[in-house]
């Protein structure tokens, strides 16, 4: 009984030693500008605001928490920790030491690190394999970086990680794999990056994420943010005031406010490509137009500016045929019996709550070779348009043969007109010319002399008698007309 009494007194009297002996160690060999002291139940080296450019290689290593905060380290060399003998770090904070680069094995032989604290940095880019060996952290804070990638793996097998802050950096893609096999990880802070698309695959292994914050990003709410955004509202992980940024029918509108329909792609005419030429010697021609968007996009056809519509009655001049796989849409125009009056311009216009694309293509109907296709007539327009100047000019001939023969006539009986009155007015001086003869002679007894053989005969007096008293008629005629 005496006995076991002594060994319980002399195991006291020795832990009492052992403390005391490692108290003074622990306080012994820290030395300035670090001030090593109990913190949380643990051995704790407070070097901050020190101005140090490299680890502190004084202190012991039975230290557990670190604080190198708003120091010059600027490089995380390899294996930097374990070649001064801190090994057993639980709790590191290396807030603000303007470090840019981070081996890959700075923290590989912290294996009971819990803590890690690399905020406020010039750290752009961390290896996959940063964190192997770590496999107790519990925290990791990176925020005010200038990290733009995320790569897959990064974080992975960190068991007991339950918070990853990586606020504030330039993140612009974070890889599908780089959150892998993290059981208990419930925190994740993206806000005030530059992320515009994230894939739900992204996250939907963490099951027991319940924050989530995504505010202060350029979130393009198009298609290909969709499902994420979906994903985040249906798991209510959506924080306020994450909103869209683009494009502009959605800028500024909060997610939650916003239906899934709204979150859409501007559609993207594949075929035809611009400017496209269609050459045809068929009679009908079909013109293809392959859409690609999210929603599926409406798609109608124009030709020369003028919305194509098929008709239910009458002759049909267009048909329309569409398909459908995934997101692939064909809305092809086929017209039948072509005519040449058909070439031209024809465009494709889809639509979507995501925008709007159009393409234009030029038909050109290639077996119309006649000369009213060089005169840009078709055969029907050409044949009616010389039938119409064939009936112009015979009615023209027409007119200007009456106009013609009319004008001859008038002409004739004109002249006709001025020869009577021309010969009656020279008989008519004649026989004033006679009758003045007669009045200046003298009367004097005729001398009756045998006629001569050569003297006209009886008859022709009479006739001149008669040629007088037609030369008074027609002068009384005139006289008439003259009244």
Known sequence: MVHEHWKAWMKIIWTTILLATSLADFTTECQRPCDCRWQSGNKAAICSNSSLRSIPANLSNDIQILDLSNNNLLTLHQEGFNKVGLSNLKKLFLKECNIDTVHKTAFATLAIMIELDLSRNRIRNLHPDT????????????????IDILEDGVFRNLKFLQKVEVSNNKIVKIGTKAF??????????????????????????????????????????????QTFRDWVITHNLYTAPTACAEPSTVKDKLWNELDSSSF?????????????????????????????????????????????????????????????MDLIRWVNLSIINVRYSDRGNYTCI?????????????LILSKYGSVGTILGLDTDTFAILVGCLTAVILICGAVLGVCYFTTQNNESKRLIKTDTSSNGDILIENSVASELEKGQKPEVNPVVKPPRKHEAPLSLTSEATEMSELNRTLLDNESMLSK
């Open 131 to 146: 964190f192997k060996g770590t496999e107790k952290l519990r925290l990791i804070n990176l925020s005010n970086n200038l």
């Open 180 to 225: 892998s096999n993290l059981p208990q990880l419930k925190i994740l802070r993206f806000d005030g990056n530059s992320l515009t698309h994230m894939k739900p695959e992204t996250l939907m292994a963490l099951h027991n994420l319940s924050g989530l914050d995504l505010h202060n990003n350029p979130w393009r709410c198009d298609c290909n943010l």
């Open 264 to 324: 859409a792609c501007r559609p993207t005419i594949l075929e035809p490509i611009p400017d496209a030429k269609v050459r045809s010697y068929d009679e009908n021609v079909t013109l293809i137009c392959k859409v690609v968007g999210n929603p599926t996009p409406e798609v109608i056809w124009k030709y020369n500016n003028r919305i194509i519509e098929t008709r239910a009655f009458g002759e049909i001049r267009y048909v329309v045929t569409e398909n459908t």
């Open 350 to 362: 889809a639509e979507n709550p995501g925008g709007r694309d159009e393409k234009t293509l030029t």
